[in-house]
């Protein structure tokens, strides 16, 4: 019995180690060989080689089988663990372990179950979602219309503001030819813009990264302060920008100044009762990617809004078209960032967003995936205070 049991271990499809107390192999069936792609005994190999992040210490335990088992049943994909063979492909496995004694020692076996055409497929499965949230955001010609049209209602209204300045000032007047030449040139500039915006749509679409360049983030913001200022003026909001002029990101110019313009616009319009508006933008790097903050003290975000947010076409305003958030985001998504809602120091709402950022959850604390949790405090001391421009 003993030897035909034992040549069934030998050629089950899933392979099978035997390891001893201090992680050495001392026996390996042939899938195990062939998985790993090299000779498992002779010498033996230690399985913290083979496996990582797999801790020998625990064999030690008496508890060890239920230890690593334990952790094996906790699903999800980050929790397989990566094996490594010989020809250096990527493998995830999942590791159930027996106890075993040979020759009156305890030993444990150790079933490796490949799970890596499993862990391809979701990661496939997820790529395919994501496309497809994308595509569904983008690819809609109603929404893109309406995208477009929100966007380039600021610039080709402040041209239409200039053109019909200079030529009241030309009736009025006749030519001044010094006023009316500053007047085209700002409706130009805006007129620029809006072609700049077009153009950078287009881009977003394809996924296209190619706007994205090295940029002064101070000097990005200034291009957009003279719009800002009208609408602080219509407003009667205080506003105050902190950024360092030596700070650099990677962002495509144009796209950056259509987040901040329209996060800005929305906190100098949240309404407030008898105090000053203040809206405040900052920025500053952080091992995540380059962190702006959009905040005001304003009442901050109505409860019924929070988790629709950024889904276009959701507003609470009268005649709002919702899609200010939602073109943020995706926007900041194709910067490789993450945008959300916190809470200003100021009392109202924050929006923070990173740019070219490697992880998505920059703003939870490390070991917490809560999201329901309180949205985070945005506090204003890590910007150099001298950096403070009005
Ligand atoms: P819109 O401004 O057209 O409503 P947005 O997508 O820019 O579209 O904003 C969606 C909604 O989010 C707003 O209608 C408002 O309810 C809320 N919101 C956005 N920014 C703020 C803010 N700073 N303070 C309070 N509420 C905000």
Redesign the pocket.
């Known amino acids: 019995m003993e030897p035909f049991a034992q040549s069934i271990l030998m050629d089950a499809p899933m392979a099978i180690v035997a390891v001893d107390r201090s992680g050495h192999v001392r026996c390996a069936n042939a899938t195990a060989e062939r998985f790993f792609g090299r000779c498992l005994i002779a010498p033996p190999a230690d399985i913290s080689d083979l496996i990582d992040d797999f801790d020998t210490a625990v064999l030690n335990s008496p508890s060890a089988v239920k230890d690593i088992n334990a952790l094996s049943r906790s699903s999800g994909k980050d929790l397989y663990r990566r094996a490594r063979r010989f020809d250096g492909r990527q493998a995830f496995v999942d590791l159930q372990a027996a106890p075993f004694s040979k020759a009156g020692e305890n030993l444990v076996t150790l079933f490796i179950l490949d799970m890596t055409a499993s862990v391809e497929a979701e990661t496939a499965l997820q790529d395919v979602k994501l496309q497809i949230i994308h595509n569904w955001r983008l690819n809609s010609l109603g929404e893109v219309a309406s995208m477009l049209a929100h966007e380039l209602n600021q610039p080709l209204g402040a041209a239409v503001n200039y053109l019909a300045a200079a030529e009241s000032a030309f009736r009025r007047r006749g030519v001044d030819a010094s006023e009316t030449a500053d007047m085209m040139s700002s409706a130009k500039g805006q007129i620029e813009r809006a072609t700049d915006i077009i153009r950078r749509f287009r881009s977003l679409l394809a996924h296209d990264t190619g706007f994205q360049t090295r940029e002064n983030v101070a000097a990005v913001i200034d291009e957009i302060m003279p719009i800002l200022h009208v609408h602080a003026r219509e407003t009667e909001a205080e506003l105050a920008v902190w950024i360092d002029p030596a700070d650099f990101t990677r962002c495509d110019r144009v796209q950056l100044q259509q987040v901040i313009l329209?996060l800005a616009r929305?906190?100098m319009d949240?309404p407030r009762v008898g105090t000053p508006r203040k809206v405040e933008i900052s920025g500053r790097q952080t091992p995540d990617g380059y962190l702006m903050v959009v905040s005001?003290n304003?009442?901050?975000?109505?409860a019924e809004?929070v988790d629709r947010?950024f889904d276009p076409l959701?507003?609470?305003?009268p005649g709002?078209?919702?899609?200010?958030?939602?073109i943020c985001r995706t926007i900041v998504e194709a910067h490789g960032g993450a945008i959300e809602l916190g809470s200003s120091p100021q009392g109202?709402?924050a929006f923070a967003f990173t740019l070219n950022a490697n992880v998505h959850d920059f703003h939870r604390p490390s070991g917490t995936d809560d999201t329901n949790a309180a949205p985070d405090d945005y506090s204003q001391d890590a910007v150099t205070p001298n950096a403070r421009r009005a």
């Open positions: 329209n929305n906190a949240a005001d304003g009442p901050g975000v109505a809004m947010l959701v507003s609470s305003k709002g078209m919702g899609l200010g958030l939602s109202g709402a």
